[in-house]
Antibody, heavy 122, light 110 residues
Framework: EVQLLESGGNLVQPGGSLRLSCAAS????????VNWVRQAPGKGLEWVSG????????YYADSVKGRFTISRDNSKNTLYLQMNSLRAGDTAVYYC???????????????WGQGTLVTVSS | QSVLTQPPSASGTPGQRVTISCSGS????????VNWYQHLPGTAPKLLIY???QRPSGVPDRFSGSKSGTSASLAISGLQSEDEADFYC???????????FGGGTKLTVL
């Protein structure tokens, strides 16, 4: 059974940093791209970032480019999101989502975690 | 403002058929396939339809998807109370080089 378990969400001040983790199990981690998708309070889903199975190629939404860094450790079956220069607009539940394929482009997100809450506030 | 446009709400009575539309542009729906997700607040979103009209294992055939040009739609037949949820369309956008989602449609079963 595929499982994705996010952690690391917390309350952080504007301008601060936070690192999210997503522990994966139930599939061969390195054979699938993985993504971060967020949902702000009362809003819809917004894709944040994606990384290929090998970790060699990364993708970012314009809203987080230059501030967030996605990475993965295939030896630990874990996905990360380093978030710097956080803003109030980054407040959201952050979901880890597995792609159907090893690539990020156009590969549907077939399994999602339960999410972890990030709150940016003073 | 979402890149893909969906109606904010839809409704139907048990047993009815409802459709949810999703409108995009040439750089997303016009160039790539469409996926649909079902989301109950507080839970993990679920892939409902991928590659325009394919159902993952375990998704009932009451759910179907279609695409034409720069628009797509999700149809739910034999509506059930358990279908109440938020539904999102999504497509890869070649100009943005990332996934774009619709704003979501809240389905109410009356």
């Amino acid at each position: 059974e595929v499982q994705l378990l996010e952690s690391g969400g917390n309350l952080v001040q504007p301008g601060g940093s936070l690192r999210l983790s997503c522990a994966a199990s139930g599939f061969t981690f390195k054979t699938n791209a993985v993504n971060w998708v967020r949902q702000a309070p009362g809003k819809g889903l917004e894709w944040v970032s994606g990384i290929t199975g090998s970790g060699g190629t990364t993708y970012y939404a314009d809203s987080v480019k230059g501030r967030f860094t996605i990475s993965r450790d295939n030896s630990k079956n874990t996905l990360y999101l380093q978030m710097n220069s956080l803003r109030a607009g980054d407040t959201a539940v952050y979901y880890c989502a597995k792609s159907r394929l090893v690539v990020v482009e156009a590969a549907a997100l077939d399994f999602w975690g339960q999410g972890t809450l990030v709150t940016v506030s003073s | 403002q979402s890149v893909l446009t969906q109606p904010p709400s839809a409704s139907g009575t048990p047993g009815q058929r409802v459709t949810i539309s999703c409108s995009g542009s040439g750089s997303n729906i016009g160039s790539n396939t469409v996926n649909w997700y079902q989301h109950l607040p507080g839970t993990a979103p679920k892939l409902l339809i991928y590659n325009n009209n394919q159902r993952p294992s375990g998704v009932p055939d009451r759910f179907s998807g279609s695409k034409s040009g720069t628009s797509a739609s999700l149809a739910i037949s034999g509506l059930q109370s358990e279908d109440e949820a938020d539904f999102y369309c999504a497509a890869w956008d070649d100009s943005l080089n990332g996934w774009v989602f619709g704003g979501g449609t809240k389905l109410t079963v009356l």
